[in-house]
């Protein structure tokens, strides 16, 4: 069982915006930056968020990320069918001294 | 441009042991943390282990400690992860990272009879 909490699923119709919760405690999301993750089907993971609310080079300005005491979320705006995909969250947990992926959200283009 | 290439997964009996390996290029691997993350098929990410630059300091999951062994050689620019008595509930497509912006494409590890 993972210490970062997601929802199992979210949903939109395209130009929508979809909220993922991350929820987690002071030893991690707490005390720790926060990475997020897109794997779309069949592929590796892709760095989507870094540092709680940067975006690497490339990622659209449509995914943004932001952190709250011992929770994140990420936000995609002007939802778009290529973004149907499983999205997590990850920390570093000074309890478990180890890194700490969520539990996962599949996002579904209606 | 960064490239990970992970090799050395397939099919092994319970009990049994596997090395995995990831090469690497694109970039001075001697400077970076490494890590592996697993997926069983169907399920979430699961962090594995990481490895510090140097290959001194590293951290496992307590589902894999005393099991699995992560070290690195910089000269071949290759990290490894040593799998020994084997399980079912580490069939999985193992993936090395670079902390944490690029990933490998992953290589599967099944372990059955």
């Known amino acids: 069982q993972s210490v970062l909490t997601q929802p199992p699923s979210a949903s939109g119709t395209p130009g929508q915006r979809v909220t993922i919760a991350c929820s987690g405690s002071n030893s991690n999301i707490g005390s720790n930056i926060v990475n997020w993750y897109q794997q779309l089907p069949g592929t590796a993971p892709k760095l989507l968020i870094y540092?709680?609310?940067q975006r690497p080079s490339g990622v659209p300005d449509r995914f943004s990320g932001s952190k709250s005491g011992t929770s994140a979320s990420l936000a995609i705006s002007g939802l778009q069918s290529e973004d149907e995909a499983d999205y997590y969250c990850?920390?570093?947990?000074?309890?478990?001294?180890?890194?700490?992926f969520g539990t996962g959200t599949k996002v579904t283009v209606l | 441009e960064v490239q990970l290439l992970e090799s050395g997964g397939g099919l092994v009996q319970p009990g049994g042991s596997l090395r995995l390996s990831c090469a690497a290029s694109?970039?001075?691997?001697?400077?970076?943390?490494m890590s592996w993350v697993r997926q069983a098929p169907g399920k979430g990410l699961e962090w594995v282990a990481s490895i510090g630059w140097s290959g001194v300091n590293k951290h496992y999951a307590d589902s894999v400690k005393g099991q699995f062994t992560i070290s690195r050689d910089n000269s071949k620019n290759t990290l490894y992860l040593q799998m020994n008595s084997l399980r079912a509930e580490d069939t999985a497509v193992y993936y090395c990272a670079k902390h944490w912006a690029d990933w490998g494409q992953g290589t599967l590890v099944t372990v059955s009879s």
């Open positions: 990850a920390t570093w947990d000074g309890s478990l001294n180890g890194h700490v």
């Open positions: 694109g970039f001075t691997f001697g400077t970076y943390d």
């Open positions: 540092n709680n609310n």
